[in-house]
Protein backbone atom coordinates (compact mmCIF):
# COMPACT_ATOMS: atom_id res chain seq x y z
CA UNK A 1 0.00 0.00 0.00
CA UNK A 2 2.88 2.66 0.77
CA UNK A 3 4.29 2.29 -2.57
CA UNK A 4 0.97 2.83 -4.24
CA UNK A 5 0.59 6.06 -2.44
CA UNK A 6 3.81 7.13 -2.75
CA UNK A 7 3.01 6.55 -6.14
CA UNK A 8 -0.11 8.68 -5.98
CA UNK A 9 1.34 11.25 -4.86
CA UNK A 10 4.01 12.02 -7.17
CA UNK A 11 1.36 11.76 -9.91
CA UNK A 12 -0.73 14.45 -8.22
CA UNK A 13 2.81 16.62 -8.37
CA UNK A 14 3.58 15.86 -11.80
CA UNK A 15 -0.31 16.56 -12.70
CA UNK A 16 -0.07 19.78 -10.85
CA UNK A 17 3.46 20.91 -12.74
CA UNK A 18 2.00 20.40 -15.89
CA UNK A 19 -1.31 22.66 -15.24
CA UNK A 20 1.34 25.54 -13.98
CA UNK A 21 1.56 24.91 -10.30
CA UNK A 22 5.13 26.73 -9.26
CA UNK A 23 5.07 24.27 -6.41
CA UNK A 24 2.92 21.71 -4.36
CA UNK A 25 2.33 19.60 -2.13
CA UNK A 26 0.41 16.02 -1.91
CA UNK A 27 -0.92 13.77 0.51
CA UNK A 28 -2.69 10.52 0.54
CA UNK A 29 -4.48 8.43 2.36
CA UNK A 30 -5.97 5.30 2.63
CA UNK A 31 -8.46 4.05 5.55
CA UNK A 32 -9.59 0.22 6.25
CA UNK A 33 -11.98 -0.22 9.07
CA UNK A 34 -14.50 -2.86 10.42
CA UNK A 35 -16.87 -2.51 13.20
CA UNK A 36 -19.50 -4.08 15.20
CA UNK A 37 -22.25 -2.91 17.95
CA UNK A 38 -23.94 -5.27 20.20
CA UNK A 39 -26.82 -4.67 21.86
CA UNK A 40 -29.18 -7.39 24.27
CA UNK A 41 -26.71 -9.89 23.79
CA UNK A 42 -27.12 -9.83 20.00
CA UNK A 43 -25.08 -7.96 16.82
CA UNK A 44 -27.07 -4.83 16.18
CA UNK A 45 -24.90 -3.50 13.51
CA UNK A 46 -21.53 -4.81 11.39
CA UNK A 47 -19.44 -2.25 8.93
CA UNK A 48 -16.63 -2.42 7.21
CA UNK A 49 -14.80 0.37 5.21
CA UNK A 50 -12.29 1.29 2.73
CA UNK A 51 -11.10 4.09 0.44
CA UNK A 52 -8.43 6.29 -0.52
CA UNK A 53 -8.46 9.65 -0.31
CA UNK A 54 -6.20 12.26 -1.97
CA UNK A 55 -5.04 15.53 -1.04
CA UNK A 56 -3.32 18.48 -3.06
CA UNK A 57 -2.11 22.00 -2.59
CA UNK A 58 -0.79 24.33 -5.43
CA UNK A 59 1.07 27.35 -5.38
CA UNK A 60 1.22 30.17 -7.87
CA UNK A 61 3.55 32.45 -6.60
CA UNK A 62 2.80 33.15 -3.29
CA UNK A 63 -0.92 32.13 -3.92
CA UNK A 64 -2.05 28.82 -2.85
CA UNK A 65 -4.83 26.57 -3.05
CA UNK A 66 -5.64 22.83 -1.90
CA UNK A 67 -8.08 20.42 -3.61
CA UNK A 68 -9.12 16.96 -2.05
CA UNK A 69 -10.68 13.83 -4.26
CA UNK A 70 -11.44 10.31 -3.83
CA UNK A 71 -11.56 9.93 -7.67
CA UNK A 72 -7.79 8.58 -8.22
CA UNK A 73 -8.30 8.28 -12.16
CA UNK A 74 -5.70 9.85 -14.15
CA UNK A 75 -7.69 11.85 -16.27
CA UNK A 76 -9.68 12.52 -12.60
CA UNK A 77 -6.37 13.76 -11.00
CA UNK A 78 -5.56 15.75 -13.47
CA UNK A 79 -8.65 17.48 -13.34
CA UNK A 80 -7.68 18.15 -9.96
CA UNK A 81 -4.63 20.03 -10.70
CA UNK A 82 -6.17 21.91 -13.26
CA UNK A 83 -8.73 23.51 -11.02
CA UNK A 84 -6.67 24.13 -7.82
CA UNK A 85 -4.23 26.33 -9.68
CA UNK A 86 -6.81 27.72 -11.32
CA UNK A 87 -8.26 28.45 -7.65
CA UNK A 88 -4.83 29.55 -6.81
CA UNK A 89 -4.48 32.54 -9.57
CA UNK A 90 -7.20 34.42 -7.67
CA UNK A 91 -6.00 33.62 -4.35
CA UNK A 92 -5.16 36.15 -2.40
CA UNK A 93 -1.44 36.25 -1.88
CA UNK A 94 0.14 35.33 1.47
CA UNK A 95 3.34 36.00 2.17
CA UNK A 96 4.27 33.15 4.60
CA UNK A 97 2.81 30.56 1.91
CA UNK A 98 5.20 27.89 0.58
CA UNK A 99 6.89 24.76 1.17
CA UNK A 100 9.67 24.14 3.23
CA UNK A 101 13.35 24.88 1.87
CA UNK A 102 15.10 21.60 1.41
CA UNK A 103 17.53 21.86 4.48
CA UNK A 104 14.52 22.19 7.02
CA UNK A 105 13.28 18.55 5.35
CA UNK A 106 12.98 15.44 7.67
CA UNK A 107 15.53 12.92 7.18
CA UNK A 108 15.20 10.35 9.20
CA UNK A 109 11.58 9.41 8.14
CA UNK A 110 11.54 5.30 9.11
CA UNK A 111 8.76 4.53 11.23
CA UNK A 112 9.99 1.34 12.64
CA UNK A 113 11.19 2.76 16.27
CA UNK A 114 7.88 4.06 16.27
CA UNK A 115 5.87 0.84 16.52
CA UNK A 116 2.35 2.38 15.22
CA UNK A 117 1.29 -0.58 13.19
CA UNK A 118 0.16 -4.36 14.58
CA UNK A 119 1.17 -6.51 12.16
CA UNK A 120 -0.79 -9.37 13.59
CA UNK A 121 -3.87 -10.41 11.17
CA UNK A 122 -6.51 -8.25 11.49
CA UNK A 123 -9.27 -9.40 13.70
CA UNK A 124 -12.41 -10.84 11.89
CA UNK A 125 -16.10 -9.14 12.40
CA UNK A 126 -17.08 -12.76 14.61
CA UNK A 127 -14.33 -11.97 16.81
CA UNK A 128 -15.03 -8.52 17.16
CA UNK A 129 -18.69 -9.44 17.87
CA UNK A 130 -17.62 -11.77 20.49
CA UNK A 131 -15.55 -9.09 22.44
CA UNK A 132 -18.47 -6.50 22.26
CA UNK A 133 -20.33 -9.75 23.81
CA UNK A 134 -18.18 -10.09 26.62
CA UNK A 135 -17.80 -7.09 27.56
CA UNK A 136 -21.56 -6.06 27.16
CA UNK A 137 -21.98 -8.83 29.70
CA UNK A 138 -19.65 -7.54 31.99
CA UNK A 139 -21.14 -4.36 32.35
CA UNK A 140 -24.96 -5.98 32.10
CA UNK A 141 -23.75 -8.04 35.66
CA UNK A 142 -22.45 -5.05 37.91
CA UNK A 143 -25.02 -4.93 40.60
CA UNK A 144 -27.29 -1.62 39.99
CA UNK A 145 -26.93 -1.18 36.18
CA UNK A 146 -30.05 -1.42 34.84
CA UNK A 147 -29.72 -1.76 31.29
CA UNK A 148 -26.42 -1.17 28.84
CA UNK A 149 -26.98 1.37 26.09
CA UNK A 150 -24.14 0.36 23.29
CA UNK A 151 -20.80 -1.93 23.33
CA UNK A 152 -18.83 -1.52 20.29
CA UNK A 153 -15.54 -3.12 18.72
CA UNK A 154 -13.61 -2.39 16.74
CA UNK A 155 -10.14 -2.01 14.09
CA UNK A 156 -8.77 0.66 12.21
CA UNK A 157 -5.17 0.60 9.93
CA UNK A 158 -4.48 4.05 8.03
CA UNK A 159 -1.63 4.23 5.83
CA UNK A 160 -0.18 8.32 5.11
CA UNK A 161 2.37 9.60 2.40
CA UNK A 162 3.23 12.99 2.37
CA UNK A 163 5.58 14.34 -1.40
CA UNK A 164 6.56 17.43 -2.49
CA UNK A 165 8.06 19.38 -4.96
CA UNK A 166 10.80 20.42 -2.72
CA UNK A 167 12.11 16.54 -2.79
CA UNK A 168 10.36 15.51 0.33
CA UNK A 169 8.71 11.73 0.11
CA UNK A 170 7.69 9.60 3.53
CA UNK A 171 5.06 7.76 4.36
CA UNK A 172 3.75 5.65 8.04
CA UNK A 173 1.04 3.26 8.72
CA UNK A 174 -1.01 3.41 12.02
CA UNK A 175 -3.56 0.84 13.74
CA UNK A 176 -5.95 1.29 16.30
CA UNK A 177 -8.17 -1.52 18.14
CA UNK A 178 -10.86 -0.50 20.46
CA UNK A 179 -13.23 -1.61 22.79
CA UNK A 180 -15.69 0.67 24.58
CA UNK A 181 -18.97 0.44 26.15
CA UNK A 182 -21.73 2.85 28.15
CA UNK A 183 -24.22 1.50 30.93
CA UNK A 184 -27.01 2.72 32.66
CA UNK A 185 -28.49 2.95 36.23
CA UNK A 186 -31.76 3.97 36.91
CA UNK A 187 -34.98 4.52 35.76
CA UNK A 188 -37.16 6.52 34.10
CA UNK A 189 -36.09 10.31 34.71
CA UNK A 190 -33.71 9.11 37.46
CA UNK A 191 -31.31 7.34 34.63
CA UNK A 192 -28.06 7.77 35.08
CA UNK A 193 -25.56 7.06 32.21
CA UNK A 194 -21.44 6.81 32.38
CA UNK A 195 -19.04 4.70 30.44
CA UNK A 196 -15.66 2.97 29.96
CA UNK A 197 -13.60 2.54 26.33
CA UNK A 198 -9.63 1.71 25.75
CA UNK A 199 -8.24 1.93 22.16
CA UNK A 200 -4.78 0.88 21.39
CA UNK A 201 -2.39 0.11 18.40
CA UNK A 202 -1.74 -3.50 19.16
CA UNK A 203 -4.10 -5.91 19.79
CA UNK A 204 -1.93 -7.58 22.80
CA UNK A 205 -1.89 -4.38 24.24
CA UNK A 206 -5.58 -4.09 24.79
CA UNK A 207 -7.04 -4.61 28.18
CA UNK A 208 -9.49 -7.72 28.19
CA UNK A 209 -13.21 -7.50 27.58
CA UNK A 210 -14.54 -8.61 30.46
CA UNK A 211 -12.79 -5.31 32.01
CA UNK A 212 -13.59 -2.37 29.98
CA UNK A 213 -17.20 -3.75 30.90
CA UNK A 214 -17.45 -3.83 34.20
CA UNK A 215 -15.68 -1.03 34.91
CA UNK A 216 -18.23 1.07 32.53
CA UNK A 217 -20.85 -0.58 34.90
CA UNK A 218 -19.58 0.12 37.97
CA UNK A 219 -19.41 3.57 36.85
CA UNK A 220 -22.67 4.09 35.99
CA UNK A 221 -24.01 2.24 39.08
CA UNK A 222 -22.31 5.29 40.95
CA UNK A 223 -23.90 7.48 39.51
CA UNK A 224 -27.37 6.66 40.79
CA UNK A 225 -29.04 8.93 42.31
CA UNK A 226 -27.07 12.08 41.60
CA UNK A 227 -28.35 15.09 42.71
CA UNK A 228 -27.26 18.75 41.83
CA UNK A 229 -23.91 20.04 44.38
CA UNK A 230 -24.15 23.30 45.86
CA UNK A 231 -23.29 26.24 44.38
CA UNK A 232 -20.72 28.42 45.84
CA UNK A 233 -16.76 28.29 45.51
CA UNK A 234 -15.05 25.41 45.97
CA UNK A 235 -11.98 23.68 44.88
CA UNK A 236 -12.23 21.03 42.06
CA UNK A 237 -10.38 17.61 41.83
CA UNK A 238 -10.41 16.89 37.72
CA UNK A 239 -9.90 13.02 37.20
CA UNK A 240 -7.32 11.63 35.38
CA UNK A 241 -10.20 10.92 32.16
CA UNK A 242 -11.27 14.23 32.03
CA UNK A 243 -8.26 16.68 33.28
CA UNK A 244 -6.19 16.25 29.87
CA UNK A 245 -9.02 18.90 28.84
CA UNK A 246 -7.52 21.51 30.65
CA UNK A 247 -3.79 21.26 29.02
CA UNK A 248 -5.83 20.93 25.45
CA UNK A 249 -7.04 24.37 26.72
CA UNK A 250 -3.53 25.49 26.89
CA UNK A 251 -2.20 24.33 23.68
CA UNK A 252 -5.46 26.00 22.36
CA UNK A 253 -3.72 29.07 23.34
CA UNK A 254 -0.65 28.58 22.47
CA UNK A 255 -1.36 27.65 19.18
CA UNK A 256 0.43 29.79 16.21
CA UNK A 257 -2.20 30.66 14.23
CA UNK A 258 -3.72 32.33 17.80
CA UNK A 259 -0.82 33.88 18.58
CA UNK A 260 -0.21 35.35 15.11
CA UNK A 261 -3.68 36.83 15.03
CA UNK A 262 -3.19 38.18 18.58
CA UNK A 263 -6.31 36.28 19.53
CA UNK A 264 -5.24 34.45 22.26
CA UNK A 265 -5.02 34.51 26.66
CA UNK A 266 -1.79 33.95 26.29
CA UNK A 267 -0.69 35.96 23.83
CA UNK A 268 2.79 38.03 25.10
CA UNK A 269 3.06 35.04 27.73
CA UNK A 270 5.96 33.72 26.52
CA UNK A 271 8.75 33.55 29.06
CA UNK A 272 6.10 33.76 31.76
CA UNK A 273 4.62 31.41 34.57
CA UNK A 274 1.69 29.62 33.51
CA UNK A 275 1.75 26.52 35.37
CA UNK A 276 2.90 25.83 38.90
CA UNK A 277 6.84 26.14 39.18
CA UNK A 278 8.20 22.58 39.68
CA UNK A 279 5.99 21.48 36.55
CA UNK A 280 6.62 20.30 32.50
CA UNK A 281 4.91 20.26 29.74
CA UNK A 282 7.17 17.92 27.38
CA UNK A 283 5.56 17.12 23.89
CA UNK A 284 6.79 13.32 22.54
CA UNK A 285 5.76 13.14 18.72
CA UNK A 286 8.29 9.79 18.80
CA UNK A 287 6.63 7.67 21.78
CA UNK A 288 6.37 4.05 20.46
CA UNK A 289 2.76 2.77 20.22
CA UNK A 290 1.24 6.07 21.04
CA UNK A 291 -1.84 7.45 18.71
CA UNK A 292 -0.04 10.81 18.81
CA UNK A 293 3.02 9.75 17.26
CA UNK A 294 4.40 10.57 13.29
CA UNK A 295 8.36 10.35 11.88
CA UNK A 296 7.29 14.02 10.56
CA UNK A 297 5.08 16.81 10.80
CA UNK A 298 2.25 17.29 7.81
CA UNK A 299 5.26 19.63 6.30
CA UNK A 300 7.80 16.64 5.84
CA UNK A 301 9.34 18.06 9.27
CA UNK A 302 11.32 16.21 11.90
CA UNK A 303 9.66 15.55 15.10
CA UNK A 304 11.47 15.49 18.33
CA UNK A 305 10.45 16.05 21.74
CA UNK A 306 10.43 19.41 22.82
CA UNK A 307 9.78 21.42 26.25
CA UNK A 308 6.24 23.60 25.80
CA UNK A 309 6.47 24.37 29.75
CA UNK A 310 9.65 24.44 31.99
CA UNK A 311 9.76 24.24 35.72
CA UNK A 312 6.05 26.33 34.64
CA UNK A 313 7.38 28.44 32.37
CA UNK A 314 5.84 28.92 28.91
CA UNK A 315 8.79 27.88 26.58
CA UNK A 316 7.54 27.78 23.02
CA UNK A 317 4.64 28.04 20.50
CA UNK A 318 3.37 25.56 18.29
CA UNK A 319 4.18 26.34 15.15
CA UNK A 320 3.43 24.89 11.28
CA UNK A 321 5.96 27.06 8.63
CA UNK A 322 3.55 29.66 7.63
CA UNK A 323 2.70 30.39 11.46
CA UNK A 324 6.24 30.81 12.42
CA UNK A 325 6.89 32.78 9.19
CA UNK A 326 4.78 34.97 10.67
CA UNK A 327 5.90 35.46 14.08
CA UNK A 328 9.60 34.92 12.65
CA UNK A 329 10.33 31.99 14.48
CA UNK A 330 11.75 28.51 13.29
CA UNK A 331 8.86 26.04 12.58
CA UNK A 332 8.52 23.48 15.15
CA UNK A 333 7.62 20.67 13.26
CA UNK A 334 3.94 20.67 14.30
CA UNK A 335 1.82 21.18 11.17
CA UNK A 336 -0.98 18.86 10.75
CA UNK A 337 -3.18 18.29 7.73
CA UNK A 338 -5.94 15.82 6.24
CA UNK A 339 -6.71 15.93 2.61
CA UNK A 340 -9.09 18.49 2.49
CA UNK A 341 -7.24 21.56 3.83
CA UNK A 342 -3.73 23.11 4.13
CA UNK A 343 -1.55 22.40 7.28
CA UNK A 344 -2.30 24.29 10.70
CA UNK A 345 -0.49 23.78 13.66
CA UNK A 346 -1.40 21.04 15.98
CA UNK A 347 0.20 19.07 18.81
CA UNK A 348 0.22 15.05 19.56
CA UNK A 349 1.82 13.02 22.62
CA UNK A 350 2.01 15.42 26.04
CA UNK A 351 3.36 14.24 28.87
CA UNK A 352 2.74 16.52 32.01
CA UNK A 353 4.96 16.68 35.34
CA UNK A 354 2.87 13.93 37.42
CA UNK A 355 2.63 14.35 41.22
CA UNK A 356 3.32 12.23 44.54
CA UNK A 357 0.12 11.44 45.79
CA UNK A 358 -2.61 9.65 44.61
CA UNK A 359 -5.96 10.57 43.78
CA UNK A 360 -7.28 10.23 47.10
CA UNK A 361 -5.04 11.58 48.60
CA UNK A 362 -5.98 14.91 46.73
CA UNK A 363 -9.16 14.50 47.47
CA UNK A 364 -8.03 14.49 51.36
CA UNK A 365 -6.40 17.24 50.79
CA UNK A 366 -9.27 18.97 49.07
CA UNK A 367 -11.96 18.22 51.99
CA UNK A 368 -14.92 19.59 50.47
CA UNK A 369 -15.17 20.19 47.13
CA UNK A 370 -16.00 18.45 43.77
CA UNK A 371 -14.42 15.29 41.84
CA UNK A 372 -15.33 15.66 37.73
CA UNK A 373 -15.68 12.59 35.99
CA UNK A 374 -17.80 13.82 33.49
CA UNK A 375 -17.81 17.33 31.23
CA UNK A 376 -20.33 18.40 28.95
CA UNK A 377 -20.21 21.70 26.70
CA UNK A 378 -17.82 24.45 26.63
CA UNK A 379 -17.38 28.37 26.98
CA UNK A 380 -14.04 29.22 26.49
CA UNK A 381 -13.05 32.65 25.19
CA UNK A 382 -10.21 32.72 23.43
CA UNK A 383 -8.43 36.05 24.30
CA UNK A 384 -9.31 36.20 27.67
CA UNK A 385 -9.50 32.70 29.02
CA UNK A 386 -12.32 32.62 30.75
CA UNK A 387 -14.14 29.69 31.44
CA UNK A 388 -17.26 27.68 31.82
CA UNK A 389 -18.81 23.90 31.73
CA UNK A 390 -21.26 21.59 32.57
CA UNK A 391 -20.14 19.11 34.80
CA UNK A 392 -20.70 15.61 36.71
CA UNK A 393 -19.16 13.50 39.36
CA UNK A 394 -19.20 12.97 42.91
CA UNK A 395 -19.38 15.48 45.91
CA UNK A 396 -16.76 15.43 48.71
CA UNK A 397 -16.76 15.84 52.35
CA UNK A 398 -14.11 15.47 54.93
CA UNK A 399 -12.16 14.39 52.15
CA UNK A 400 -14.64 11.43 50.91
CA UNK A 401 -16.79 10.80 48.16
CA UNK A 402 -20.63 11.30 49.92
CA UNK A 403 -22.95 11.49 46.54
CA UNK A 404 -22.93 11.48 43.12
CA UNK A 405 -23.70 14.82 41.65
CA UNK A 406 -25.02 16.23 38.31
CA UNK A 407 -26.19 19.22 36.05
CA UNK A 408 -23.59 21.60 37.84
CA UNK A 409 -21.21 24.23 36.32
CA UNK A 410 -17.99 24.93 36.94
CA UNK A 411 -16.91 28.51 36.20
CA UNK A 412 -13.30 30.48 36.22
CA UNK A 413 -10.43 31.97 34.00
CA UNK A 414 -7.53 29.57 32.67
CA UNK A 415 -4.99 31.76 33.29
CA UNK A 416 -5.78 31.58 37.29
CA UNK A 417 -6.64 28.17 37.30
CA UNK A 418 -3.52 26.81 35.31
CA UNK A 419 -1.57 28.37 38.47
CA UNK A 420 -3.24 26.72 41.09
CA UNK A 421 -3.17 22.68 39.43
CA UNK A 422 -1.91 20.41 41.85
CA UNK A 423 -1.08 16.93 40.07
CA UNK A 424 -1.89 13.25 41.11
CA UNK A 425 0.12 10.50 40.44
CA UNK A 426 -2.73 8.47 38.15
CA UNK A 427 -1.77 8.98 34.67
CA UNK A 428 -1.95 6.41 32.25
CA UNK A 429 1.15 5.52 30.08
CA UNK A 430 -0.24 4.86 26.64
CA UNK A 431 -2.81 7.93 26.22
CA UNK A 432 -1.81 10.34 24.23
CA UNK A 433 -2.09 12.82 26.40
CA UNK A 434 0.04 11.65 29.66
CA UNK A 435 -1.86 14.04 32.34
CA UNK A 436 -3.06 12.82 35.80
CA UNK A 437 -6.29 14.46 37.86
CA UNK A 438 -5.69 17.66 38.99
CA UNK A 439 -6.67 19.52 41.85
CA UNK A 440 -7.35 23.07 41.05
CA UNK A 441 -8.33 25.94 43.60
CA UNK A 442 -11.05 29.10 43.60
CA UNK A 443 -13.74 27.68 41.12
CA UNK A 444 -17.00 28.78 41.14
CA UNK A 445 -19.95 25.99 41.29
CA UNK A 446 -23.09 26.66 40.25
CA UNK A 447 -25.84 23.57 41.61
CA UNK A 448 -28.38 23.66 43.58
Avoid at 26 to 54: C, K
Avoid at 166 to 189: P, Q
Avoid at 235 to 248: G, H, K, Q, T
Avoid at 327 to 338: D, Q, S
Wanted: hydrophobic residues 40%.
Amino acid sequence: MSSDLSDLTKALLAAATRAGADAADAIAINTRSVSVSVLDGALETAERSEGTEAGLRVFVGKRQATVAGSDLRPEAMAEMAERAVAMAKIAPEDPNAGLADPDQLARDTDPAPLDLFDPAARPAPDALEATALTAEAAARAVQGVTQVQSVGAGYTDRSIWLSATNGFSGGYARSSHAVSAVAISGSGLKMERDYFGEMRSHLSDLPDAEEIGRIAGERAAAREGSSKPPTGAWPVLYDERVSSALISHLLSAINGNSIARGASWLRGAMGEAVLPAGLDLVEEPRRRRTAGSRPFDAEGLPTSDRTLVEDGVLKGWLLDLAAARKLGLPPTGNAVRGTGGAPSPGSGNLTLTPGDRTREELMAEMGTGLLVTSMIGSSINPTTGDYSRGASGFWVENGEIVRPVNECTIAGNLRDMLLTIRPANDARDHTTFRVPSLLVEGLTIAGA
